[in-house]
């Protein structure tokens, strides 16, 4: 079983990256805040791999962070949740805010994810409240004193949600929030994350 693979990036072809490992080319598949954040081809990257294998063949699926691996593997335990239904939470959820949405019972966040419907959405934070997932820590409303405020919203995912405001894809939105938050850095405010975010779409 592959657990993680170093190399080269040789080629990007929508949803999966090829990358080259002393000769031997590995295609694994990937989501598009990963897709996102990865190199150009001819650079090298490190990817947390889950490997799947099925009646029709092995398949890779890579991540940045083995906290992302580990919610992909952890979102597949429920049922009704396949690879591409996990990969999608995870585009726009990052691991603590997967655990921020399940702790207050938001269903309709989770439903934001491409192909999630609302009664998956519903499985999908009851099977994850109060659960340990990787990256992120415990919410348990019922303990705490605050506990009928809204957790705190990322800046990233504040700028993607004024994105959406605007009728951009989701899938869009995060991958150009991503490449402007790197370029920006964390210091920067959200109107000039959303800023430039929106040159991103434009380039």
Same mark, same amino acid.
């Given at each position: ?15 999966d ?5 002393h000769?031997?080319?590995?295609l ?11 190199? !150009?081809? =001819?650079?090298?990257?490190? &990817?947390?791999?889950?490997?799947? +294998?099925?009646?029709? /063949?092995?398949? *890779?699926? %890579? ?18 949740v ?30 934001? !994810?491409? =192909?999630?419907?609302?009664? &998956?959405?519903?499985?999908?934070? +009851?099977?994850?409240? /109060?659960?340990? *997932?990787? %990256?992120a820590a ?5 303990t ?17 949600a ?17 490449a ?12 000039? &994350? ?8 434009g380039?």
């Amino acid at each position: 079983m592959i657990g993680r693979l170093r190399g080269e990036v040789a080629e990007i072809d929508g949803e999966d990256v090829l990358i080259d490992v002393h000769g031997v080319g590995y295609l694994v598949r990937c989501g598009a805040r990963t897709m996102s954040r990865l190199p !150009a081809p =001819g650079e090298t990257v490190t &990817l947390q791999i889950e490997t799947q +294998t099925r009646e029709d /063949g092995t398949r *890779l699926f %890579g991540f940045l962070t083995r906290d992302d691996r580990g919610c992909f593997v952890a979102l597949q335990a429920i049922q009704g949740v396949g690879p591409k239904a996990a990969l999608s939470v995870l585009d726009i959820l990052s691991p603590s805010e997967l655990a921020a949405a399940a702790a207050r019972d938001d269903k309709a966040m989770v439903a934001r !994810a491409n =192909g999630v419907g609302p009664k &998956l959405a519903q499985r999908i934070v +009851t099977e994850l409240k /109060g659960k340990v *997932l990787p %990256g992120a820590a415990t919410f348990d409303p019922t303990t705490s004193t605050s506990r009928r405020a809204p957790l705190p919203v990322s800046r990233t995912g504040e700028a993607v949600a004024a994105l959406l405001g605007l009728g951009i894809a989701e899938a869009n939105a995060r991958r150009a929030v991503d490449a402007a938050d790197q370029r920006l850095g964390e210091d920067a405010s959200l109107a000039a &994350l959303i800023k430039a975010a929106l040159q991103e779409l434009g380039r």
